[in-house]
């Protein structure tokens, strides 16, 4: 059985993403056809799920509050509501729930959030497939 709590906070990261990047059109652009050229993988992967999430029971009040998000993508009530609605509609339909299940499993993008804090450095890299170049200037004599 799928956990729909830790399957929607798998979630709202993708579609924070697509919010993020689309702004209020977010909603318009997960139902058109074709790809983005411009999304990348998280972008897209959120764009696929906001996609299906947008043909649910729940697909007014998913898609209000995604539109919600990408007018305000740094608050976290609006991220707070996307999740809630989410976790409602996957609560209410065990065959979403595990389609959207698989299209994160098939995502190439996890989800997967980072927190680092870094004091002194000149340089850090976080995640997968980076490259880091540090160019500094010689010590003072």
């Known amino acids: 059985m799928i956990e729909v709590g830790e399957l929607a906070g798998t979630v709202v990261p993708l579609l924070s993403a697509a919010a993020g990047a689309y702004g209020s059109a977010v909603v318009s652009k997960a139902t058109e056809q074709g790809t983005d050229a411009a999304a990348n993988a998280t972008v897209?992967?959120?764009?696929?799920?906001?996609?299906?999430?947008?043909?649910?029971?729940?697909?007014?009040?998913?898609?209000?509050?995604?539109?919600d998000l990408g007018e305000n993508p740094a608050d976290e009530a609006f991220a707070a509501a996307v999740y809630a609605q989410v976790k409602r509609a996957?609560?209410?339909?065990?065959?979403?729930?595990?389609?959207?299940?698989?299209?994160?499993?098939?995502?190439?993008?996890?989800?997967?959030?980072?927190?680092?804090?870094?004091?002194?450095?000149?340089?850090?890299?976080?995640?997968?497939?980076?490259v880091l170049s540090v160019h500094q200037p010689p010590p003072a004599r």
Not at 49 to 57: D, F, I, M
Not at 97 to 125: H, K, L, M
Request: aromatic share 2%; hydrophobic share 45%; charged share 20%.
């Open 44 to 67: 897209g992967a959120g764009r696929r799920l906001l996609g299906r999430l947008l043909k649910s029971p729940r697909a007014a009040q998913v898609g209000a509050a995604v539109t």
């Open 90 to 130: 996957l609560s209410e339909d065990a065959e979403l729930a595990e389609e959207i299940a698989a299209i994160v499993a098939a995502s190439p993008v996890r989800g997967d959030t980072f927190t680092v804090t870094v004091t002194n450095s000149t340089g850090v890299q976080v995640g997968d497939h980076n």
